[in-house]
């Protein structure tokens, strides 16, 4: 599977956008990108993924890079409770196993 | 409701002594992961089963050991061999191959005295 970087901590004000980068320049064609969070002692939590296309749910939107080096995971309208790790993680869709790597922290201020 | 029931949720041992954490899921899927985390890291994977009496090692699995006699469990020993196994355990479960989309308990966090 493809590496990720992502930056170590992010701070983003309350009701504004967050906007979480992830490089990948190593990606296949076949692998897909995927955003999960991790709130301080719980277990990560499933967010969004995609190949090439943008993706939108009701939790975030991913932008994906034309030449697919690069993502972006926005959430649009930041609270407090979104403030936790967001793990960029790239794979192929039907593999065994995610590989996790340290992640952003995003800290959401009031 | 369904989900991933993970036990204890903290839970304290002696040096050399054997631990075993419970993982139960009613979701039908068939695919359970165990993950290790470590403080300020990410989920590093330990074992994974894709279906009933088969698993495979992670990138981790040297001291611990697994079974999956049922689909709904996935119990994790983590023997005396595991020279560090203070950590934070998590349990996943997927439909089997569609492994992207992880489902995950609330952990069980191991402190070894």
């Known amino acids: 599977d493809a590496k990720t970087t992502q930056p170590p901590s992010m701070d983003c004000a309350e009701g504004r956008a967050a906007n979480l980068p992830c490089n990948h320049s190593t990606i296949s064609g076949n692998e897909y990108v995927y955003w999960y969070r991790q709130i301080h002692s719980q277990g990560p939590q499933y967010i969004i993924h995609g190949l090439k296309n943008n993706e939108t749910n009701e939790m975030a939107s991913l932008i994906i890079t034309e030449d697919r080096k690069s993502s972006t995971l926005i959430l649009p309208h930041a609270t407090l409770r979104d403030t936790a790790v967001y793990y960029c993680?790239?794979?192929?869709?039907?593999?065994?196993?995610?590989?996790f790597g340290a992640g952003t922290i995003l800290r959401v201020k009031s | 409701d369904g989900g991933i029931t993970q036990s204890p949720k903290y839970l304290f041992r002696k040096e050399g002594q054997n631990v075993t954490l419970s993982c139960e899921q009613n979701l039908n899927h068939d695919a359970m992961y165990w993950y290790r985390q470590d403080p300020g890291q990410g989920l590093r994977l330990i074992y994974y089963?894709?279906?009933?009496?088969?698993?495979q090692k992670g990138d981790i699995a040297e001291g611990y050991s697994v079974s999956r006699e049922k689909k709904e469990s996935f119990p994790l020993t983590v023997t005396s061999a595991q020279k560090n196994p203070t950590a934070f355990y998590l349990c996943?479960?997927?439909?089997?191959?569609?492994?992207?989309?992880?489902?995950f308990g609330e952990g069980s966090r191991l402190t070894v005295l």
């Open positions: 089963s894709q279906i009933v009496n088969d698993f």
């Open positions: 993680i790239v794979r192929v869709e039907r593999g065994n196993k995610l590989v």
């Open positions: 996943a479960s997927s439909i089997s191959g569609v492994a992207g989309e992880l489902f």
